[in-house]
């Protein structure tokens, strides 16, 4: 599955904010703009890698 593939599958079920972790929520522009934000940096690209794919990144 390819990162724009995982990534479509993420953030469409983003219909209604869901909790994180740290007692936030998480909506379907966060979760955009997040992505589109951290491809701007190549340096934030293993993560964005990683949270798309659950692997860690190498790189």
Do not use: K, N
């Not at 469409?12 to 934000?37: F, H, I, K, M, N």
């Not at 190549?42 to 190498?58: K, V």
């Amino acid at each position: 599955m390819t990162c724009a593939v995982r990534h479509a599958s993420l953030v469409q079920d983003l219909v209604r904010p869901v909790p994180t972790a740290d007692g936030r929520e998480l909506t379907y522009q966060d979760a955009v703009q997040g992505v589109s934000t951290a491809l701007f940096a190549e340096s934030q690209w293993p993560m964005i890698t990683q949270g798309l794919t659950g692997s860690p990144a190498t790189g």
